[in-house]
């Protein structure tokens, strides 16, 4: 049974021969030609990778970057050799590339444990608190004059550039610009106000 997953994962005689076949019209300009030999040895290159990581997203990742640089150096395989080595040379040197750039992520990375995390509880973010924070917001935004009212709203709120901002409201886009920045500035005093009074 294990011969027989093994042998699977292998490509056949044949198999290579096509690839090579395809691979050098490929060469030649033949699009359908390289599309099937990308589509071929796609499932090839994921049993390969599959061996040395275990995450589908890692094996994804390494399987994109062996067929761009298939892609990138396809003018140096020679027709003449045995595509499948020349294949599995790239695939080597590109699963290695993925588990030494692992390996130098993990010595610069440390586990997060449960001290770590900002909100340890687990009723920190209720939806009561966020309908608090919305409520506490618009009461904020009421209060504010109404030329910061009004840039607020349109920049901010409505989402405009300062030229759409501008033709709506009549304002200029320096007074614009003033009025965010000063209704902003209300509006952290005004919300810490009330948070602090909570």
Sequence with gaps: MARDEAASEKPSMDERLDWSTLMARAQDGDRDAYRRLLGDVTP????????????????????????LTVHAIRRTYDPKRPFGPWLAAIA????????????????????????HETFAAPD??????????????RAAVASLPAGQRQAVTLLKL??????????????????????????L??????LGQRRNDR
């Excluded at 090839?44 to 067929?67: F, G, K, M, T």
């Excluded at 920190?124 to 917001?137: G, I």
């Excluded at 009549?170 to 209704?183: D, E, F, N, Y």
């Excluded at 500035?185 to 005004?190: A, C, D, G, Q, Y």
């Design 124 to 137: 920190a973010n209720l939806h009561a608190a966020a309908a608090w924070d919305e409520r506490a917001l």
């Design 158 to 183: 409505r989402e405009m550039s300062l030229k759409e901002a501008s033709a709506a409201s009549g304002m200029s886009v320096a007074s614009l610009k003033v009025a965010t920045h000063r209704a």
């Design 44 to 67: 090839y290159l994921r049993s390969l990778v599959a061996r040395h990581h275990r995450n589908p997203c890692d094996v994804e990742d390494v399987v994109q970057d062996i067929l």
């Design 92 to 115: 080597k040197r590109r699963i290695i590339d993925r588990l030494r750039k692992q390996g130098r992520s993990r010595l610069r990375e440390s586990a997060l444990e449960e001290g």
């Design 185 to 190: 500035k209300s509006l952290r005093r005004i």
